[in-house]
Protein backbone atom coordinates (compact mmCIF):
# COMPACT_ATOMS: atom_id res chain seq x y z
CA UNK A 1 0.00 0.00 0.00
CA UNK A 2 2.89 2.70 1.10
CA UNK A 3 4.53 1.77 -2.11
CA UNK A 4 1.46 2.19 -4.30
CA UNK A 5 0.82 5.97 -2.30
CA UNK A 6 4.49 6.85 -2.77
CA UNK A 7 4.13 5.90 -6.96
CA UNK A 8 1.20 7.90 -6.97
CA UNK A 9 2.61 10.76 -5.12
CA UNK A 10 5.82 10.79 -7.46
CA UNK A 11 3.51 10.84 -10.70
CA UNK A 12 1.76 14.04 -9.54
CA UNK A 13 5.24 15.40 -8.37
CA UNK A 14 6.87 14.66 -11.48
CA UNK A 15 3.35 16.03 -13.81
CA UNK A 16 3.61 19.58 -11.67
CA UNK A 17 7.37 19.65 -12.43
CA UNK A 18 6.29 19.41 -15.83
CA UNK A 19 3.11 21.63 -15.85
CA UNK A 20 5.38 24.84 -14.02
CA UNK A 21 8.12 23.85 -16.95
CA UNK A 22 5.36 23.89 -19.51
CA UNK A 23 3.04 26.82 -18.44
CA UNK A 24 5.17 28.75 -15.92
CA UNK A 25 3.54 31.00 -13.21
CA UNK A 26 3.80 34.24 -14.10
CA UNK A 27 6.38 36.84 -11.86
CA UNK A 28 4.87 38.96 -8.96
CA UNK A 29 5.12 42.38 -9.79
CA UNK A 30 7.39 44.49 -7.86
CA UNK A 31 6.01 47.07 -5.91
CA UNK A 32 7.63 50.12 -5.13
CA UNK A 33 6.31 51.63 -1.62
CA UNK A 34 6.70 55.36 -1.61
CA UNK A 35 7.30 55.74 1.85
CA UNK A 36 10.43 53.47 1.43
CA UNK A 37 11.95 56.12 -0.63
CA UNK A 38 11.23 58.85 2.47
CA UNK A 39 7.93 59.86 1.27
CA UNK A 40 5.77 61.78 4.67
CA UNK A 41 2.49 61.53 4.60
CA UNK A 42 1.31 64.72 6.46
CA UNK A 43 -0.33 67.05 4.09
CA UNK A 44 2.64 69.10 4.70
CA UNK A 45 6.28 67.81 3.23
CA UNK A 46 6.62 68.11 -0.69
CA UNK A 47 7.84 64.56 -1.02
CA UNK A 48 8.54 64.90 -5.11
CA UNK A 49 12.22 63.66 -4.74
CA UNK A 50 10.81 60.78 -3.06
CA UNK A 51 8.10 59.87 -5.26
CA UNK A 52 10.93 60.22 -8.72
CA UNK A 53 13.12 57.94 -6.32
CA UNK A 54 10.17 55.72 -6.57
CA UNK A 55 9.20 56.07 -10.15
CA UNK A 56 12.94 55.79 -11.61
CA UNK A 57 13.60 52.50 -9.23
CA UNK A 58 10.40 50.74 -10.49
CA UNK A 59 11.73 51.80 -14.15
CA UNK A 60 15.03 51.16 -14.17
CA UNK A 61 14.31 47.39 -12.28
CA UNK A 62 12.67 46.51 -15.91
CA UNK A 63 9.10 47.73 -14.32
CA UNK A 64 6.77 47.42 -11.13
CA UNK A 65 3.81 49.28 -9.06
CA UNK A 66 5.13 52.33 -7.15
CA UNK A 67 2.35 52.52 -4.39
CA UNK A 68 1.03 55.65 -2.92
CA UNK A 69 -0.15 54.18 0.51
CA UNK A 70 -3.87 54.65 1.77
CA UNK A 71 -4.07 56.70 4.91
CA UNK A 72 -2.58 59.54 4.52
CA UNK A 73 -1.72 62.98 2.01
CA UNK A 74 1.18 63.06 0.22
CA UNK A 75 2.03 67.00 -1.04
CA UNK A 76 4.24 67.11 -3.82
CA UNK A 77 5.53 69.02 -6.37
CA UNK A 78 6.41 68.36 -9.92
CA UNK A 79 7.38 64.60 -10.66
CA UNK A 80 7.89 62.59 -13.95
CA UNK A 81 6.26 59.29 -15.09
CA UNK A 82 8.33 56.48 -16.52
CA UNK A 83 8.26 53.48 -18.77
CA UNK A 84 6.57 50.37 -17.44
CA UNK A 85 5.07 51.37 -14.25
CA UNK A 86 1.96 51.34 -12.37
CA UNK A 87 1.37 54.44 -10.27
CA UNK A 88 -1.35 53.14 -7.77
CA UNK A 89 -2.65 55.82 -5.79
CA UNK A 90 -4.30 53.47 -2.39
CA UNK A 91 -8.28 53.71 -1.16
CA UNK A 92 -8.08 56.67 1.47
CA UNK A 93 -4.74 58.18 -0.04
CA UNK A 94 -4.15 61.31 -1.43
CA UNK A 95 -1.82 62.76 -3.90
CA UNK A 96 -1.97 66.31 -3.38
CA UNK A 97 -0.53 69.27 -5.68
CA UNK A 98 2.05 71.80 -3.66
CA UNK A 99 0.21 75.24 -3.70
CA UNK A 100 3.45 76.48 -4.19
CA UNK A 101 3.50 78.09 -7.99
CA UNK A 102 7.42 78.67 -7.65
CA UNK A 103 7.94 74.98 -7.82
CA UNK A 104 6.07 74.47 -11.68
CA UNK A 105 8.72 76.25 -13.78
CA UNK A 106 7.85 73.42 -17.23
CA UNK A 107 5.84 74.97 -19.50
CA UNK A 108 2.88 72.47 -20.42
CA UNK A 109 2.85 73.72 -24.19
CA UNK A 110 7.08 73.84 -24.92
CA UNK A 111 8.27 77.82 -25.76
CA UNK A 112 4.42 79.04 -25.98
CA UNK A 113 4.99 79.87 -21.84
CA UNK A 114 1.31 80.95 -21.52
CA UNK A 115 -0.40 79.07 -20.95
CA UNK A 116 0.29 77.06 -17.80
CA UNK A 117 2.75 74.37 -16.50
CA UNK A 118 3.00 70.62 -15.91
CA UNK A 119 2.71 68.92 -12.35
CA UNK A 120 2.51 65.03 -13.23
CA UNK A 121 4.45 64.66 -16.56
CA UNK A 122 5.60 62.11 -18.91
CA UNK A 123 7.97 61.66 -22.10
CA UNK A 124 7.81 59.15 -24.70
CA UNK A 125 6.34 56.93 -22.21
CA UNK A 126 5.57 53.11 -22.85
CA UNK A 127 3.07 50.54 -20.54
CA UNK A 128 1.82 53.06 -17.96
CA UNK A 129 -0.78 53.16 -15.79
CA UNK A 130 -2.67 55.08 -13.41
CA UNK A 131 -4.76 53.33 -10.94
CA UNK A 132 -6.48 52.55 -7.70
CA UNK A 133 -9.28 53.74 -5.51
CA UNK A 134 -7.61 56.95 -4.59
CA UNK A 135 -7.43 60.81 -5.26
CA UNK A 136 -5.14 62.93 -7.06
CA UNK A 137 -5.87 66.42 -6.08
CA UNK A 138 -4.76 69.13 -8.28
CA UNK A 139 -5.24 71.99 -5.02
CA UNK A 140 -6.55 73.96 -7.72
CA UNK A 141 -8.53 76.91 -5.51
CA UNK A 142 -4.89 77.63 -4.72
CA UNK A 143 -3.57 78.82 -7.70
CA UNK A 144 -7.10 81.17 -7.95
CA UNK A 145 -7.96 84.75 -7.62
CA UNK A 146 -10.83 86.08 -6.03
CA UNK A 147 -14.30 84.56 -6.26
CA UNK A 148 -16.63 86.07 -8.53
CA UNK A 149 -20.32 84.52 -9.03
CA UNK A 150 -19.96 81.90 -11.14
CA UNK A 151 -15.95 82.06 -11.66
CA UNK A 152 -12.90 83.06 -10.10
CA UNK A 153 -10.07 85.94 -11.67
CA UNK A 154 -7.44 84.76 -13.41
CA UNK A 155 -4.09 85.56 -11.88
CA UNK A 156 -2.03 88.02 -13.77
CA UNK A 157 1.41 87.09 -14.88
CA UNK A 158 4.29 88.00 -17.04
CA UNK A 159 5.69 85.41 -19.34
CA UNK A 160 4.38 82.14 -17.30
CA UNK A 161 1.50 81.26 -16.47
CA UNK A 162 2.56 78.96 -13.24
CA UNK A 163 -1.14 77.47 -12.89
CA UNK A 164 -0.28 73.63 -13.01
CA UNK A 165 -1.88 71.27 -15.53
CA UNK A 166 -2.67 68.09 -13.60
CA UNK A 167 -1.41 65.40 -15.80
CA UNK A 168 0.46 65.58 -19.18
CA UNK A 169 1.65 62.82 -21.10
CA UNK A 170 3.69 63.37 -24.49
CA UNK A 171 4.03 60.32 -26.86
CA UNK A 172 2.73 57.61 -24.84
CA UNK A 173 1.68 54.03 -25.55
CA UNK A 174 -0.28 51.66 -23.81
CA UNK A 175 -1.24 53.97 -21.23
CA UNK A 176 -4.28 53.46 -18.98
CA UNK A 177 -5.58 55.29 -16.07
CA UNK A 178 -8.11 53.72 -14.45
CA UNK A 179 -10.48 53.80 -11.07
CA UNK A 180 -9.54 56.50 -9.51
CA UNK A 181 -10.92 59.68 -8.65
CA UNK A 182 -8.93 62.65 -10.28
CA UNK A 183 -10.07 66.20 -9.23
CA UNK A 184 -9.16 70.11 -8.50
CA UNK A 185 -7.53 70.82 -11.16
CA UNK A 186 -5.94 74.20 -11.91
CA UNK A 187 -6.41 73.95 -15.73
CA UNK A 188 -6.14 71.21 -17.90
CA UNK A 189 -7.00 67.15 -15.91
CA UNK A 190 -5.39 64.96 -18.37
CA UNK A 191 -3.69 66.37 -21.63
CA UNK A 192 -2.66 63.36 -23.91
CA UNK A 193 -0.16 64.60 -26.65
CA UNK A 194 0.22 62.36 -29.42
CA UNK A 195 -0.26 59.16 -27.79
CA UNK A 196 -1.33 55.76 -29.20
CA UNK A 197 -3.54 52.65 -27.94
CA UNK A 198 -5.20 54.70 -24.56
CA UNK A 199 -8.00 53.42 -21.83
CA UNK A 200 -9.45 56.18 -19.48
CA UNK A 201 -12.26 53.98 -17.68
CA UNK A 202 -14.21 54.14 -14.52
CA UNK A 203 -12.66 57.57 -13.27
CA UNK A 204 -14.21 60.31 -11.31
CA UNK A 205 -13.02 63.68 -12.59
CA UNK A 206 -14.05 66.60 -10.47
CA UNK A 207 -12.95 69.89 -11.22
CA UNK A 208 -14.81 73.21 -9.49
CA UNK A 209 -17.66 74.57 -12.00
CA UNK A 210 -15.87 77.87 -11.25
CA UNK A 211 -12.39 77.20 -12.17
CA UNK A 212 -11.60 78.45 -16.14
CA UNK A 213 -9.46 76.47 -18.28
CA UNK A 214 -10.03 73.13 -16.12
CA UNK A 215 -11.06 71.11 -18.66
CA UNK A 216 -11.11 67.30 -18.02
CA UNK A 217 -10.13 65.05 -20.72
CA UNK A 218 -8.03 66.65 -24.00
CA UNK A 219 -6.79 64.41 -26.34
CA UNK A 220 -4.56 66.49 -28.50
CA UNK A 221 -3.21 64.68 -31.60
CA UNK A 222 -4.21 61.21 -30.29
CA UNK A 223 -5.12 58.52 -31.74
CA UNK A 224 -7.11 54.98 -30.79
CA UNK A 225 -8.42 56.11 -27.37
CA UNK A 226 -11.45 54.22 -25.52
CA UNK A 227 -12.99 56.74 -22.63
CA UNK A 228 -15.76 54.96 -20.79
CA UNK A 229 -17.68 54.75 -17.84
CA UNK A 230 -16.02 58.26 -16.36
CA UNK A 231 -18.16 61.04 -14.47
CA UNK A 232 -16.57 64.40 -15.18
CA UNK A 233 -17.12 67.44 -13.60
CA UNK A 234 -15.15 70.61 -15.28
CA UNK A 235 -15.51 74.53 -15.73
CA UNK A 236 -14.37 74.09 -18.87
CA UNK A 237 -14.43 71.09 -21.44
CA UNK A 238 -15.06 67.98 -19.96
CA UNK A 239 -14.23 65.57 -23.15
CA UNK A 240 -12.01 67.45 -25.96
CA UNK A 241 -10.66 66.53 -28.89
CA UNK A 242 -7.50 68.46 -30.91
CA UNK A 243 -4.65 69.09 -32.44
CA UNK A 244 -2.61 71.82 -31.14
CA UNK A 245 -0.07 74.12 -33.15
CA UNK A 246 2.46 73.31 -30.34
CA UNK A 247 2.55 69.51 -31.10
CA UNK A 248 1.93 69.34 -34.50
CA UNK A 249 4.85 66.81 -35.64
CA UNK A 250 2.52 64.01 -33.72
CA UNK A 251 -0.27 64.57 -37.07
CA UNK A 252 -4.00 63.33 -36.64
CA UNK A 253 -6.25 62.93 -33.95
CA UNK A 254 -8.23 59.89 -34.74
CA UNK A 255 -10.08 56.43 -33.81
CA UNK A 256 -11.54 57.90 -30.65
CA UNK A 257 -14.63 56.43 -28.76
CA UNK A 258 -16.75 57.86 -26.09
CA UNK A 259 -18.93 55.46 -24.10
CA UNK A 260 -21.17 55.44 -21.17
CA UNK A 261 -19.95 58.85 -19.62
CA UNK A 262 -21.83 61.65 -17.45
CA UNK A 263 -20.90 64.95 -17.72
CA UNK A 264 -21.86 68.81 -16.59
CA UNK A 265 -19.66 71.97 -18.05
CA UNK A 266 -19.63 75.42 -17.98
CA UNK A 267 -18.43 75.62 -21.12
CA UNK A 268 -19.18 72.52 -23.40
CA UNK A 269 -19.38 69.41 -22.74
CA UNK A 270 -18.07 67.55 -25.52
CA UNK A 271 -16.15 69.77 -27.84
CA UNK A 272 -14.12 69.37 -30.86
CA UNK A 273 -11.76 71.93 -31.66
CA UNK A 274 -11.15 74.93 -31.31
CA UNK A 275 -7.54 74.85 -32.03
CA UNK A 276 -7.37 72.22 -34.67
CA UNK A 277 -4.46 72.73 -37.09
CA UNK A 278 -4.57 68.88 -38.41
CA UNK A 279 -7.67 66.77 -39.17
CA UNK A 280 -9.92 64.96 -36.26
CA UNK A 281 -11.73 62.03 -37.64
CA UNK A 282 -13.11 58.75 -37.11
CA UNK A 283 -14.83 59.39 -33.58
CA UNK A 284 -17.89 57.77 -32.27
CA UNK A 285 -19.58 59.24 -28.73
CA UNK A 286 -22.34 56.91 -27.74
CA UNK A 287 -24.55 56.38 -24.18
CA UNK A 288 -23.84 59.77 -22.50
CA UNK A 289 -25.58 62.02 -20.39
CA UNK A 290 -24.86 65.61 -20.04
CA UNK A 291 -26.28 67.51 -17.16
CA UNK A 292 -26.24 71.83 -16.29
CA UNK A 293 -24.28 72.36 -18.97
CA UNK A 294 -23.52 75.68 -20.84
CA UNK A 295 -23.10 73.82 -24.51
CA UNK A 296 -23.93 69.85 -24.60
CA UNK A 297 -21.96 69.26 -27.78
CA UNK A 298 -19.84 71.56 -29.96
CA UNK A 299 -17.76 71.24 -32.99
CA UNK A 300 -16.01 74.48 -32.95
CA UNK A 301 -13.31 74.76 -35.86
CA UNK A 302 -11.28 77.93 -35.79
CA UNK A 303 -8.53 76.84 -38.06
CA UNK A 304 -7.18 75.31 -40.90
CA UNK A 305 -7.26 71.12 -40.00
CA UNK A 306 -10.25 69.29 -41.01
CA UNK A 307 -13.35 67.49 -38.63
CA UNK A 308 -14.62 64.65 -40.20
CA UNK A 309 -16.84 60.84 -40.17
CA UNK A 310 -17.97 61.37 -36.74
CA UNK A 311 -21.01 59.64 -34.81
CA UNK A 312 -22.91 61.22 -31.85
CA UNK A 313 -25.43 58.47 -30.51
CA UNK A 314 -27.78 58.24 -27.66
CA UNK A 315 -27.17 61.44 -25.92
CA UNK A 316 -29.31 63.38 -22.98
CA UNK A 317 -28.43 66.84 -23.10
CA UNK A 318 -29.39 69.32 -20.32
CA UNK A 319 -28.25 73.07 -20.84
CA UNK A 320 -29.00 76.23 -19.69
CA UNK A 321 -27.63 80.23 -20.16
CA UNK A 322 -24.34 81.36 -17.85
CA UNK A 323 -22.29 84.56 -17.86
CA UNK A 324 -20.76 85.47 -20.83
CA UNK A 325 -17.21 84.40 -18.90
CA UNK A 326 -18.01 80.88 -20.24
CA UNK A 327 -18.49 80.15 -24.07
CA UNK A 328 -21.88 79.43 -25.16
CA UNK A 329 -25.10 80.63 -25.36
CA UNK A 330 -26.81 76.99 -23.83
CA UNK A 331 -26.81 75.51 -28.08
CA UNK A 332 -27.09 71.77 -26.94
CA UNK A 333 -25.43 70.79 -30.42
CA UNK A 334 -23.28 73.26 -32.35
CA UNK A 335 -21.69 72.63 -34.99
CA UNK A 336 -18.96 75.69 -37.07
CA UNK A 337 -16.37 76.28 -39.14
CA UNK A 338 -14.97 79.60 -38.74
CA UNK A 339 -11.58 81.22 -39.13
CA UNK A 340 -9.95 81.86 -35.78
CA UNK A 341 -10.63 85.76 -34.30
CA UNK A 342 -7.11 87.86 -35.09
CA UNK A 343 -6.04 89.72 -31.57
CA UNK A 344 -2.87 90.71 -29.64
CA UNK A 345 -3.84 88.18 -26.73
CA UNK A 346 -0.88 86.71 -24.93
CA UNK A 347 -1.03 83.35 -26.79
CA UNK A 348 -2.12 84.88 -30.17
CA UNK A 349 1.36 84.33 -31.61
CA UNK A 350 0.67 80.52 -31.06
CA UNK A 351 -2.99 80.19 -33.07
CA UNK A 352 -1.75 80.79 -35.96
CA UNK A 353 0.61 79.66 -38.98
CA UNK A 354 4.31 80.55 -38.45
CA UNK A 355 4.87 84.05 -39.70
CA UNK A 356 0.88 84.72 -40.01
CA UNK A 357 -1.12 86.66 -38.44
CA UNK A 358 -4.06 85.34 -39.82
CA UNK A 359 -5.35 81.83 -40.21
CA UNK A 360 -8.26 80.06 -42.08
CA UNK A 361 -11.16 77.57 -41.52
CA UNK A 362 -10.85 74.17 -42.49
CA UNK A 363 -14.47 72.06 -43.28
CA UNK A 364 -16.20 70.16 -41.48
CA UNK A 365 -18.14 67.32 -43.11
CA UNK A 366 -20.43 63.73 -42.64
CA UNK A 367 -20.96 64.63 -38.71
CA UNK A 368 -24.08 62.29 -37.93
CA UNK A 369 -26.61 63.16 -35.07
CA UNK A 370 -28.71 60.16 -33.75
CA UNK A 371 -31.28 59.56 -30.94
CA UNK A 372 -30.54 62.91 -29.19
CA UNK A 373 -32.66 64.46 -26.38
CA UNK A 374 -32.38 68.22 -25.69
CA UNK A 375 -34.01 70.66 -23.10
CA UNK A 376 -32.19 73.95 -23.12
CA UNK A 377 -32.45 77.49 -23.57
CA UNK A 378 -31.50 77.86 -27.17
CA UNK A 379 -31.48 75.74 -30.15
CA UNK A 380 -29.25 73.70 -32.58
CA UNK A 381 -26.91 75.62 -34.22
CA UNK A 382 -24.85 75.14 -37.79
CA UNK A 383 -22.87 77.78 -39.26
CA UNK A 384 -20.00 78.44 -41.27
CA UNK A 385 -17.98 81.34 -43.27
CA UNK A 386 -19.48 79.40 -46.48
CA UNK A 387 -21.95 76.47 -47.05
CA UNK A 388 -19.13 74.02 -48.82
CA UNK A 389 -17.40 74.47 -45.08
CA UNK A 390 -19.52 72.84 -43.04
CA UNK A 391 -21.78 70.01 -45.16
CA UNK A 392 -23.15 66.25 -44.75
CA UNK A 393 -24.51 67.04 -41.48
CA UNK A 394 -27.22 64.67 -40.56
CA UNK A 395 -30.01 64.99 -37.07
CA UNK A 396 -31.79 61.76 -37.26
CA UNK A 397 -34.73 61.23 -34.06
CA UNK A 398 -33.23 64.69 -32.40
CA UNK A 399 -35.54 65.47 -29.75
CA UNK A 400 -35.53 69.10 -28.82
CA UNK A 401 -37.37 70.88 -25.51
CA UNK A 402 -36.90 74.95 -25.71
CA UNK A 403 -37.81 76.61 -22.38
CA UNK A 404 -36.75 79.77 -20.82
CA UNK A 405 -35.09 78.42 -17.58
CA UNK A 406 -32.92 81.28 -16.30
CA UNK A 407 -32.87 84.86 -15.91
CA UNK A 408 -29.68 85.39 -18.00
CA UNK A 409 -30.27 87.19 -21.14
CA UNK A 410 -30.90 85.33 -24.48
CA UNK A 411 -31.69 85.39 -28.16
CA UNK A 412 -27.79 84.89 -29.00
CA UNK A 413 -25.70 82.23 -30.49
CA UNK A 414 -21.84 82.59 -29.54
CA UNK A 415 -19.60 82.20 -32.67
CA UNK A 416 -16.03 83.02 -30.39
CA UNK A 417 -13.26 82.71 -30.96
CA UNK A 418 -13.90 83.92 -34.91
CA UNK A 419 -13.12 86.29 -37.41
CA UNK A 420 -16.88 86.87 -37.26
CA UNK A 421 -19.05 88.56 -35.01
CA UNK A 422 -19.13 86.56 -31.91
CA UNK A 423 -22.32 87.22 -30.37
CA UNK A 424 -24.73 87.26 -32.99
CA UNK A 425 -27.79 88.35 -32.12
CA UNK A 426 -30.86 86.01 -33.26
CA UNK A 427 -34.06 83.63 -33.19
CA UNK A 428 -33.71 81.04 -31.20
CA UNK A 429 -35.04 78.66 -33.52
CA UNK A 430 -35.05 74.84 -32.94
CA UNK A 431 -32.56 74.27 -36.11
CA UNK A 432 -31.26 77.43 -36.97
CA UNK A 433 -29.23 76.83 -40.36
CA UNK A 434 -26.15 79.08 -41.39
CA UNK A 435 -24.16 78.73 -44.70
CA UNK A 436 -24.09 75.20 -44.27
CA UNK A 437 -25.10 72.53 -46.96
CA UNK A 438 -26.46 68.72 -47.20
CA UNK A 439 -28.31 69.32 -43.98
CA UNK A 440 -31.02 66.60 -43.26
CA UNK A 441 -33.14 66.66 -40.13
CA UNK A 442 -35.03 63.68 -39.99
CA UNK A 443 -37.68 62.12 -37.65
CA UNK A 444 -37.00 65.29 -35.55
CA UNK A 445 -39.43 66.89 -33.12
CA UNK A 446 -39.91 70.51 -31.15
CA UNK A 447 -41.72 71.28 -28.33
CA UNK A 448 -41.84 74.60 -26.46
CA UNK A 449 -42.45 75.42 -23.00
CA UNK A 450 -44.20 77.75 -20.71
CA UNK A 451 -41.90 80.60 -20.56
CA UNK A 452 -41.75 82.20 -24.16
CA UNK A 453 -39.61 85.59 -24.63
CA UNK A 454 -40.23 87.18 -28.05
CA UNK A 455 -37.06 85.65 -29.41
CA UNK A 456 -37.68 82.38 -29.77
CA UNK A 457 -38.43 81.23 -33.19
CA UNK A 458 -39.20 78.93 -35.76
CA UNK A 459 -38.66 74.98 -35.65
CA UNK A 460 -36.28 75.45 -38.63
CA UNK A 461 -34.69 78.22 -40.40
CA UNK A 462 -32.33 78.77 -42.77
CA UNK A 463 -29.75 81.42 -44.11
CA UNK A 464 -27.79 81.36 -47.11
CA UNK A 465 -27.60 77.75 -47.36
CA UNK A 466 -27.79 75.17 -49.77
CA UNK A 467 -29.51 71.95 -49.37
CA UNK A 468 -31.62 71.46 -46.51
CA UNK A 469 -33.63 68.99 -45.99
CA UNK A 470 -36.42 68.42 -43.68
CA UNK A 471 -38.35 64.48 -43.14
CA UNK A 472 -41.17 63.64 -40.34
CA UNK A 473 -40.42 66.76 -38.55
CA UNK A 474 -42.92 67.25 -35.52
CA UNK A 475 -43.83 70.27 -34.03
CA UNK A 476 -44.34 74.31 -34.69
CA UNK A 477 -42.68 77.29 -34.04
CA UNK A 478 -42.64 79.10 -30.82
CA UNK A 479 -45.53 81.31 -31.88
CA UNK A 480 -47.97 79.25 -34.46
CA UNK A 481 -50.20 81.97 -35.42
CA UNK A 482 -47.46 84.51 -36.10
CA UNK A 483 -44.88 82.49 -37.65
CA UNK A 484 -43.97 79.92 -39.44
CA UNK A 485 -42.70 76.30 -38.80
CA UNK A 486 -39.98 76.15 -40.98
CA UNK A 487 -38.70 79.77 -42.55
CA UNK A 488 -35.82 79.85 -45.31
CA UNK A 489 -34.15 83.67 -45.58
CA UNK A 490 -32.62 82.78 -49.18
Known sequence: MFKKVLAILTVCILFTVNLKAKYPLPALQKEFNIKAYGAIGDGKTDNAQAIQKAIDAASNSGGGKVIVPAGAVFL??????????????????????????KVYTKSAFRENKGEGTIWIGGENLINVT??????????????????????????????????????????????????????????????????????????????????????????????????????????????????????????????ITVNNCTMTSRSC?????????????????????????????????RDEGTVSDVIFSNIIIESHLFSD????????????????????NKDAGWRFPKGATEGRAGAVKNIFFSNIKCSSENGIYVGGESPELVSGITF?????????????????????????????????????????????????SIKWGTQLPDYFGHAVEIHQSGSVKVIGLEGTSAFPKKMDAVKDYH
Open 269 to 301: AIKIGSENMDKISQVLINNCIIKKSNRGIGIQN
Open 396 to 444: DQVDLFIDKTTNISGGFFDRRPSNVEGLPKANVSAFYIDKANDVLIRNS
Open 130 to 255: ISGGGTIDGNGISFMGAELEDSYVLKPFTVVDPRPHLLTIVGGKNIRIRDLSIVNSAYWTIHLIGCNDVTIDNITLLNSLKVRNSDGIDLDHSKNVRISNCYIESGDDCICLKNRREYEEFGTCEN
Open 76 to 101: TGPFNLKSNIEFNVEVNAKVLANPNE
Open 325 to 344: VWWGKSEPIYVTSYARAKGN
